[in-house]
């Protein structure tokens, strides 16, 4: 079984300054790592994914996050929001291989709020 | 749009009674899943399919049950709604290749 800890349930930045969104996961297994975000009255879209092979990934709105297995975290990151960043985020863990992927342990989310 | 369809988006309903959430989706996909949304919980898995009458618990399970007679419609089902089920119910589809959950829009159920 995995878990998934979000270590912040708010994030309040002002635009244009940085922000690091902390997600630390249990796991005994191989796993692939997550990171959904969530406007407000909508479902979740991804934003960005580990599966294997490089371990800093990156999304097309400048989003990053680092895949630090020996911390067993995956911290998502930006340089530089944007009050349209403003949302709810969430980290997700399931197993590596076969058809797992649909079967994901969630975090507890974080709603990162840019202010002007 | 992934193609996914909830109905209904809202219900109220009382305890004691029966709900059926329908998830639809165009996309062929073989697996589906519902999950629950509550606050400081995140999402959890209550059920899932991969494929037409095979289904699966997921990690809250208990009063619940699902069906999948077409490919295209996944039904969640509670026989008996208590105020604990209060929640928004989200179904996803999963796309085998790239490994990404798409998820509908959402069912918020009230249970009073």
């Known amino acids: 079984a995995q878990s998934v800890t979000q270590l912040d349930s708010q994030v309040p930045v002002f635009e244009e300054a940085p922000v690091e969104l902390r997600c630390n996961y249990s796991?005994?297994?191989?796993?692939?790592l997550f990171w959904y975000v969530q406007y407000p009255n909508q479902g979740l879209q991804l934003l960005l994914k580990?599966?294997?092979?490089?371990?800093l990934v990156e999304s097309i709105n400048g989003f990053e996050a680092e895949f630090n297995k020996s911390q067993t975290s995956f911290h998502l990151r930006k340089p530089s929001v944007h009050i349209s960043d403003t949302a709810e985020y969430f980290c997700?863990?399931?197993?590596?291989?076969?058809?797992?992927?649909?079967?994901?342990?969630f975090g507890q989310g974080t709603i990162l709020t840019v202010h002007p | 749009d992934a193609g996914i369809t909830q109905s209904p988006r809202h219900k109220v309903t009382e305890t004691g009674t029966p709900v059926t959430l329908r998830c639809h989706q165009t996309?062929?996909?073989?697996?589906m899943y519902w999950y629950r949304q509550d606050p400081g919980h995140g999402l959890r898995l209550i059920h899932y399919?991969?494929?037409?009458?095979?289904?699966d618990k997921g990690e809250v399970s208990d009063g619940y049950s699902v069906s999948r007679s077409k490919t295209e419609d996944f039904l969640l089902t509670l026989e008996s709604a208590t105020s604990s089920q209060t929640s928004v119910y989200f179904c996803?589809?999963?796309?085998?290749?790239?490994?990404?959950?798409?998820f509908g829009e959402g069912s918020r159920l009230t249970v009073l």
């Open positions: 997700a863990v399931s197993e590596a291989g076969g058809t797992s992927y649909g079967k994901l342990t």
């Open positions: 796991s005994s297994v191989s796993v692939y």
């Open positions: 580990y599966l294997s092979g490089s371990t």
């Open positions: 996309e062929n996909h073989r697996y």
């Open positions: 399919s991969y494929g037409v009458k095979d289904t």
């Open positions: 996803a589809i999963n796309s085998p290749n790239t490994g990404e959950l798409f």
